[in-house]
C-alpha cells in the first residue's frame, strides 16, 4: 500500500453482510465502524476482525453519522475510504489503491459499482458512481434527499476497479428502509424550487409515471431480463421503491386539499 487509508464503515443490523465487507480491507491497518445501535450480532462479527475498532453514535441524518465517523474518530491518515456495509471491494480496486500515488491536488476518487441480488451480479443496475475515496481534511458531507453526497476542494478522478453492491438482508428489513428512504425523497422533491430538479425527478413528481418506467428501464433498457430471475427481482425492487415514493408524494398532495 503506497498511501495511507483508513476505511470507514457505517452499520445498523448489518449482520449479513458486515463480515464479506471487512474481508476485503484486511490491508488496512485501521478500520472504523461506525454503529448506530444495531441489535443483532453486527457489533460482535466487527470487532472479531483485526484492525477494526467499533464506534457507537445515535442515529441523526447519514450526513452528521458519516461527518462523525471522519471527523471524530480519532482518524490520523489524510486518505477515507467511506463504505456502507455492503460495499465489496472487487480484488481490480483493492490492488489499483494499493499501487495508488495521487497528485497533490488531487481531493478524491468515485468509483462504479456491479449490482449483485444474492451474490448474483447483475448485467446492468440503475446505482450511479460514488465518491468513495477522498483526503479527509476538506471533506463534508451534506444530506441530499434519502442519501448524501461529500463535498470536495479539488478534483475527483475516477477508479477504474469496482464495488460490489451485495446487501443479503432479508426483504422483510428492505421494505422499512425504503419506507424511511422515499419519506426524505418526497420531502426533497416536495420542498424543491420550480424549475432546480433535473429530469428524473420531475418524472417521480409526475407520480403515475416513475413505478412503470424505471421497471422499463431496469428490465428492458438495462438488460435486467438477462439475468433470469435475479434481474426481475431487482426491477421489481426499484419499481416498488418508486411507488413507495409516489405514494408519500400523493399523501402530501392530499393533506394539502384538505
Not at 471487512?22 to 488496512?28: D, H, I, Q
Amino acid at each position: 500500500m503506497t498511501m495511507a487509508i483508513t476505511p470507514v464503515v457505517l452499520t445498523f443490523n448489518e449482520a449479513p453482510n458486515i463480515a464479506r465487507t471487512l474481508s476485503r480491507l484486511s490491508w488496512a491497518k485501521d478500520i472504523v465502524v461506525v454503529d448506530r445501535g444495531s441489535t443483532d450480532s453486527t457489533r460482535e462479527i466487527a470487532a472479531q476482525h483485526p484492525g477494526v475498532r467499533v464506534v457507537q453514535r445515535a442515529f441523526t441524518t447519514h450526513a452528521e453519522q458519516w461527518n462523525f465517523g471522519v471527523h471524530e474518530t480519532g482518524i490520523t491518515t489524510e486518505w477515507v475510504l467511506a463504505l456502507d456495509a455492503d460495499f465489496v471491494l472487487s480484488d481490480e480496486l483493492i490492488r489499483e489503491i494499493g499501487s495508488m500515488a495521487p497528485e497533490p491536488g488531487a481531493a478524491g476518487y468515485q468509483a462504479s459499482f456491479t449490482y449483485c441480488i444474492d451474490g448474483q451480479p447483475l448485467t446492468a443496475a440503475a446505482y450511479p458512481p460514488v465518491v468513495v475515496l477522498f483526503r479527509r481534511g476538506s471533506a463534508r458531507y451534506v444530506q441530499d434527499g434519502h442519501t448524501q453526497r461529500v463535498q470536495l476542494d479539488g478534483p475527483i478522478g475516477r477508479l477504474a476497479g469496482r464495488i460490489l453492491h451485495d446487501d443479503r438482508k432479508s426483504l422483510a428489513q428492505w421494505l422499512p428502509a425504503q419506507m424511511r428512504y422515499m419519506r426524505l425523497e418526497a420531502d426533497k422533491l416536495s420542498q424543491a424550487p420550480p424549475g432546480s430538479l433535473g429530469l428524473p425527478d420531475q418524472l417521480r413528481q409526475t407520480i403515475v409515471l416513475a413505478p412503470p418506467a424505471m421497471f422499463l428501464y431496469c428490465y428492458i433498457l438495462r438488460g435486467g431480463v438477462l439475468d433470469g430471475r435475479a434481474g426481475l427481482f431487482y426491477a421489481l425492487q426499484r419499481a416498488a421503491s418508486e411507488l413507495i415514493l409516489s405514494l408519500f408524494l400523493m399523501e402530501r398532495m392530499l393533506h394539502r386539499e384538505t
